[in-house]
């Protein structure tokens, strides 16, 4: 028995064997990688953690993708190095391309197997990546089955939850080396007499796993000047992504909702983006459908990102005048 805590104390903190430190240890320090996307960056408070695993997943079609990518442009811009696992063999360079990434200085992965995809996880983090992104969960294929051409007797579905969780016990471990990993994944209706409800393929261990989990889902859709409420789909320019911080174990507000403005010929909509975070902040203020700013009033929400592209200048000066307050300021209520 020892004498005093400060000799139980040393003695922990000296047993090499269980390689214990002082939870001041700068090998606990971890740094975040932003998304440059004032909603997301708010309730997160400042992005994604790196050294640690965050899960995106939600419907097709929803912009889980489009925001992984916009991590990885932050790391680029940033000097970093971005790694995409492609398992759905959706890889589009022109259109990465539009979404601001050098796809020159993209490591790409096409794996054909499950087991292919966790070594490229596992060597780029290894060899220092910044952020690994695999897209998705969804596209893992067993071995057995890829090779096995009657396919397997058991269920396939039950494998990829056994396999992703027993192998995301292998990569956390690896996440220490500095880098962060994202894993894409999409919801799934049960089947059966039973409540319809959302789940995942690669089971519910993924969320036990996961240091930061984000909920994506489409939401109202966005259409052309003068045609607000068509359900014309040629009228339709884009939708809302609704993205929802589920669990953040460092600083996130969690169970937060930021919408966020999504065009189908060019992803996120910065200057409309801005122009909802000064309506938040009431650096514009609006009027049924008419938004006043500057002294000048516009009709409908169209009018006001026409005249911003127009005048480069009064984006700039609103950026600068909600950006830094709104990121710092209290995250209590949705952004919208």
């Known amino acids: 028995m020892k004498d005093s805590a400060k000799e139980i104390f040393n003695s922990l903190l000296n047993d090499k064997k269980v390689k214990a430190t002082t939870g001041d240890d700068n090998d606990f320090e971890y740094g975040k990688i932003p998304f440059n996307i004032p909603q997301?960056?708010?309730?997160?408070?400042?992005?994604?953690?790196?050294?640690?695993?965050?899960?995106?997943?939600?419907?097709?079609?929803?912009?889980?993708s489009y925001v992984a990518s916009q991590l990885c442009k932050t790391v680029q811009e940033d000097g970093g190095v971005a790694v995409w696992i492609d398992l759905e063999k959706?890889?589009?360079?022109?259109?990465?391309?539009?979404?601001?990434?050098?796809?020159?200085?993209?490591?790409?992965?096409?794996?054909?197997?499950?087991?292919?995809?966790f070594k490229a996880v596992r060597n780029s983090l290894q060899a220092g990546a910044d952020i690994v992104v695999m897209d998705s969960v969804a596209g893992l294929v067993p071995n057995d089955i890829y090779t096995h051409e009657d396919g397997i007797a058991y269920s396939p579905i039950a494998w990829q939850s056994r396999a992703w969780n027993q192998m995301l016990m292998r990569i956390i471990p690896e996440l220490k080396h500095g880098g962060a990993f994202v894993a894409i994944n999409q919801t799934r209706g049960t089947m059966g007499n039973v409540q319809m409800m959302d789940t995942m393929p690669g089971g519910e261990g993924q969320k036990y796993f996961a240091h930061c989990c984000m909920h994506f889902a489409r939401g109202s859709w966005l259409t052309k000047p003068g045609k607000s409420g068509s359900k014309n789909m040629a009228d339709r320019m884009g939708f809302e992504i609704n993205a929802r911080l589920l669990k953040d174990k460092f600083g996130g507000e969690k169970f937060e909702q930021a919408i966020i403005p999504f065009k189908f010929d060019g992803g996120i909509d910065m200057i409309e983006t801005y122009i909802r975070v000064g309506l938040e902040e009431g650096t514009i203020e609006q009027r049924g459908a008419m938004y006043d700013y500057d002294g000048k009033s516009f009709r409908g929400m169209n009018a006001v990102v026409t005249w911003f592209k127009e005048n480069p200048d009064k984006y700039e000066e609103l950026v600068n005048a909600t950006k830094e307050s709104y990121l710092a300021g209290d995250s209590d209520s949705e952004s919208a």
């Open 90 to 117: 959706s890889w589009d360079s022109d259109w990465m391309t539009k979404s601001g990434l050098n796809v020159k200085e993209m490591i790409v992965y096409n794996p054909d197997t499950s087991e292919e995809a």
């Open 40 to 64: 997301l960056d708010k309730i997160t408070k400042g992005g994604i953690p790196r050294k640690r695993f965050t899960l995106l997943f939600g419907g097709f079609s929803s912009g889980k």
